[in-house]
């Protein structure tokens, strides 16, 4: 599928990609006004992978993995739910999503490191210092974002990137997986496996949660992060990594709190200040540094997306 993808094409589908992750702290936001985090995360994660595996079933492909993949398929799936996404409703318990952000924003940083030793990508000091641009130009834009230097918040912050390392992590080895079965059955299966993973958790909380009370607009954002965001843009994202190296690939969420907050303003009337406008400019430039130069090669995949 996409076998002539043009540059073009494939970043337009990434960066749609990004402002579907960009606008689910905005869904988030309003279905927690009815939803406690556990039982939003559980519910919401359950939903995703009724859809993802109907959705193989009517392709008639494999519901259940080949052995030799489980391995594999379980350390994913824990790494991008109850790591990942576990530790992030955890931590957002003792800080604040301006700072889980900033945390987020380091994921880029995080899989550059950890591809150069374990897969041996040479280093590349534009390359580096496009990401550490861009991350400047995160912060600034999050600088209007409940963004303090204060001692209470350092447990959250560490708890969530606990979890951005498994995202990292995730991103890094999860290329192989879609090498060996495309990208749907990748996402499929390590999101069912790491849900199964994740149910435990917060299994009392979701089981004894009065869902009557919940209103409609929270419904539609709760289907939203179900259907939209772990349904579409999660396996875009596994899509990319078989045109993209993990480390080029990451690059690209830099542009989340900077679609996030002009979002914010045609959605929520919210108003753009100097330090997102500044912050703006210094992270598409960074983008740009770090994706300059670099050609795409597309990995060679026999197997359906």
Not at 31 to 52: C, E, K, Q, Y
Not at 182 to 197: K, P, Q
Not at 241 to 255: H, N, P, T
Not at 258 to 263: G, K, P, Q, S
Request: aromatic residues 14%; glycine residues 8%; positive net charge.
């Amino acid at each position: 599928m996409f076998a002539d993808m043009s540059a073009v094409r494939l970043y337009i589908i990434i960066v749609f990609g990004q402002i579907v992750f960009a606008a689910t702290p905005l869904f988030l936001k309003i279905a927690l006004r009815d939803f406690d985090p556990l039982t939003l995360g559980i519910t919401r994660f359950v939903i995703s992978v009724i859809i993802l595996n109907i959705f193989l079933f009517i392709q008639g492909r494999k519901l259940i993995p080949d052995k030799k993949h489980w391995l594999w398929i379980a350390v994913l799936g824990f790494l991008a739910i109850p790591c990942n996404q576990g530790l992030l409703f955890y931590g957002l318990q003792f800080t604040t999503p301006g700072h889980a952000a900033l945390m987020y924003g380091l994921t880029p940083l995080l899989v550059y490191l950890i591809v150069i030793p374990l897969l041996k990508e040479k280093f590349r000091l534009v390359k580096m210092f496009g990401i550490l641009l861009a991350f400047s130009g995160v912060v600034l834009v999050l600088s209007d974002r409940q963004i303090t230097i204060e001692p209470e918040f350092v447990k959250g912050d560490l708890i969530i990137f606990l979890g951005v390392i498994g995202w990292a992590l995730y991103t890094v080895f999860g290329k192989g997986l879609v090498k060996k079965l495309g990208s749907i059955l990748a996402i499929t299966y390590t999101m069912t496996f790491g849900t199964i993973l994740f149910i435990p958790i917060g299994a009392y909380d979701t089981l004894t949660f009065d869902y009557a009370q919940v209103d409609l607009l929270s419904w539609i954002a709760l289907l939203y992060t179900a259907v939209v965001t772990s349904g579409i843009a999660y396996p875009v994202w596994f899509w990319a990594l078989k045109y993209l190296e993990a480390s080029r690939l990451s690059v690209f969420i830099f542009l989340q709190p900077l679609l996030a907050t002009a979002l914010s303003y045609i959605f929520l009337s919210e108003q753009l200040t100097r330090n997102f406008v500044v912050g703006g400019i210094i992270v598409l430039a960074g983008v740009f540094i770090a994706e300059r130069n670099n050609r795409i090669k597309l990995i060679p995949d026999h197997s359906r997306p």
